[in-house]
């Protein structure tokens, strides 16, 4: 049973998806004008750890992960750039999916970009228009007509009193036409110094959607009316996830989504990291500086996703430090070749369960890595007076595998060899047992001509490269 904190009930609850099968999750994904920085990345790292610890509880995760390509900022890079809105994006495109390998963050199923689905979501404004949910102004814009649904603040547990102070502080020139201050743009009217070129046509006039909008409508299109889980920064709660809900279950009828869930902040020096403060690392600025991938992700990932994570530099060494501590230790482990079978009691079932029982509780990631350090000290212990036999190292490893589905901090490609490499050595392993030297010979120099440096212990072999 894995149980889940619920940003909409404000409780932990148990995450159960409608097919008792397959978690249908949507994650808020980029607005692709600028590189990622690692506050976004805390998200995506926390949103794969989710998806990874789904599918350890022996669940399926179909995932959908929008590009937000259309919005005030995408538009005016390409309109300052002079090139048109997918040139321009393509390349921030690119550059997330490139952040993701590098933090060993599974692909989605599905990248939805909103360019790719404006008539889904001129279809979704057309039936709340139809329904009286939605109405369109002189202008040529279209708005959400908050009074029309009643269940608004659900999620973030805000009022309407307490919505509309606050968004009459917020009405910009183009709204003015608003029947009330928090309606918000569903349809947004072409304004040719604003906008370049860029528009599309509608029943309404040229323009494009709102940001709002293009959720609902990819989530709809590829997880169907209701969703199990929908996630994000907690920036996103409001106003973002509060209208997709208002626009989805108006228009639909039907719950939008089963759970939420919601992840803290990255902050630096006590504020929110984002590029509009200017106070942002990017994947980028972190490996000039000689980080790893591995690294970053144990940083972003080690901290319990609800409680806030302030970004220094002693952290990312402390990170560094803890890693180090696992290579060695599986690097140890590796060469263990005592053939006696287990000539000490370890009891591996218990360790799996207590990191396992961790996880269940809302992803405690805090508790489970320590069950793990835990670990490695005892059978530490054990390998200083030699009593770790090479059937339980093996045993050890094959958990340890098992665990990295979760944490994905342990192999990483930038230390596994490629498996054309990993098979030579393993051909050369059974040479050596059978002791036909020459062939060993020969497959140690493929290996070393490859990069790669085959370190040999009686029974077993240590792939390092050069
Ligand atoms: P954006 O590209 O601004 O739409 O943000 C993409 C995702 O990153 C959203 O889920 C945001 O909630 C999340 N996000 C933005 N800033 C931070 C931060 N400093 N820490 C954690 N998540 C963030
Ligand atoms: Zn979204």
Redesign the pocket.
């Known amino acids: 049973m894995l149980s889940i904190f619920d940003t909409k009930t404000r409780k932990i609850v148990e995450l159960v998806p409608a097919d008792g099968k397959t978690v249908k999750m949507y ?8 590189y ?9 790292v ?1 949103e794969d750890l989710l998806r990874r610890t789904i599918r350890f509880f022996g669940m399926g995760v179909y995932q959908v992960m929008n590009l ?1 390509d259309i919005d005030d900022k995408t538009i005016r890079g390409a309109l300052a750039k002079n090139v048109s809105l997918n040139e321009f994006t393509d390349v921030y495109k690119q550059a997330f999916f490139q952040d993701l390998e590098s933090l060993q963050i599974e692909k989605a199923e599905k990248y939805p970009a909103a360019t790719d689905h404006i008539p889904e979501m001129i279809a979704m404004i057309q039936t709340l228009i139809d329904k009286g949910i939605a109405y369109k102004t002189e202008d040529g814009n279209v708005f959400f007509r908050i009074a029309r649904f009643p269940a608004y603040g659900g999620l973030s547990h805000l009022n309407l009193k307490d919505l509309k102070e606050g968004a009459s502080q917020r009405v910009s020139n183009d709204e003015y036409e608003k029947e009330s201050v928090s309606d918000f743009a569903l349809w947004k009217a072409y304004e040719p110094e604003k906008d370049g070129k860029i528009y599309w046509e509608s029943p309404w006039g040229k323009g494009r959607p709102g940001w709002h909008i293009e959720c609902s409508a990819m989530a709809i299109r590829y997880l169907g009316e209701t969703l199990d889980l929908h ?6 709660i409001f106003p ?1 996830h509060e209208n997709e809900i208002a626009q989805s279950e108006g228009c639909t009828g039907k719950i939008f989504s089963k759970y939420w869930m ?7 020096d006590g504020k ?4 509009s403060l200017g106070n ?1 690392f990017t994947l980028r600025d972190l490996f000039a500086k000689g980080y790893k991938g591995r690294e970053i992700r144990y940083l972003l990932l080690s901290t319990h996703y609800r409680t806030q ?1 302030n970004f220094t530099f002693e952290g990312l060494e402390a990170a560094r430090h803890s890693l180090k501590r696992i290579d060695d230790f599986i690097l140890r482990i590796k060469q263990v070749d005592v053939m006696s079978e287990f000539s000490i009691d370890v009891d591996l079932h218990q360790f799996e369960e207590g990191f396992k029982s961790s996880l269940a509780e809302d992803l405690n990631i805090s508790n489970a890595l320590a069950a793990l350090f835990d670990f490695i000290r005892k059978i530490n212990t054990c390998c200083d007076s030699g009593k770790l036999g090479k059937s339980q190292a093996t045993q050890i490893l094959n958990l340890f595998n098992k665990l990295d589905t979760v944490l994905a901090i342990f192999s990483h490609d930038e230390e596994k060899a490629p498996l054309e490499i990993e098979e030579k050595a393993q051909r050369r392993l059974t040479a050596r047992l059978e002791k036909d030297w020459k062939l060993a010979d020969i497959l140690r120099k493929e290996i070393d001509t490859a990069g790669y440096i085959v370190e040999d212990s009686p029974t077993s072999y240590l792939l390092k490269r050069k």
């Open positions: 994650t808020c994904g980029p607005t692709v004008y600028n990622p920085h690692i506050g976004n990345l805390r998200t995506y926390f937000t996630m994000g920064g907690v920036d996103n973002h919601h992840s803290e902040h990255l902050l630096v929110k990291m984002s590029k942002f994570l």
